[in-house]
């Protein structure tokens, strides 16, 4: 019976844990990269990008529900011809700087209780640090995420006054 009643209240604080976090992208086939001449084509790196959204949002919002619309991604690079094939390939360069712009809102129990708009754009993003893998094509994006949210959302910075 003891046990029951543990069960149960770990039930309800893993019910309470769970946010609802809802990632839209506005009109993606304006977004400055991540399309062709034929219009938008990678609907996977959308995905990518709202699946990393979302982990940020359960790691540094827990319990909250949040709605984040994005209204432009500009990866890191620029897709240019290469080689003898014209193989298209995407170019890092300093002056190819990641960028992405959004609004979000943090609800608790139905209410706004913080919302605002982010720029986000990394102009250092091939020095320092970086934990994903070479192998993560949005490793540069997720990194410039993770930043935001950190300094967004870092429970001492929330607790300062503004």
């Known amino acids: 019976m003891k046990y029951r009643w543990i069960a149960l209240g770990l039930m309800a604080l893993a019910a309470v844990a769970r946010a609802d976090v809802q ?22 790196v959308l995905k990518d990008i709202e699946a990393h959204l979302v982990e940020q949002a359960g790691k540094y919002l827990p319990g ?29 360069r300093t002056v190819t700087l990641p960028s992405m712009v959004m609004s979000y809102e943090v609800l608790e129990a139905g209410k706004v209780v913080r919302q605002g708009q982010a720029n986000l754009r990394d102009m250092n993003y091939q020095d320092g640090f970086n934990s994903y893998s070479s192998g993560d094509t949005l490793r540069y994006e997720k990194r410039m995420i993770d930043r935001w949210f950190k300094d967004e959302f870092n429970p001492k910075v929330a607790a300062a006054p503004r």
Request: net charge negative; glycine share 6%.
């Open 23 to 44: 990632v839209k992208f506005i009109e993606p086939e304006k977004f400055s990269d991540i399309k062709d001449n034929n219009g938008f084509r990678q609907m996977d």
């Open 64 to 92: 909250r529900d949040v709605r984040i619309s994005v209204t432009d991604v500009n990866l890191a690079g620029e897709v240019e011809p290469f080689g003898r094939r014209v193989e298209w390939l995407r170019v890092m």
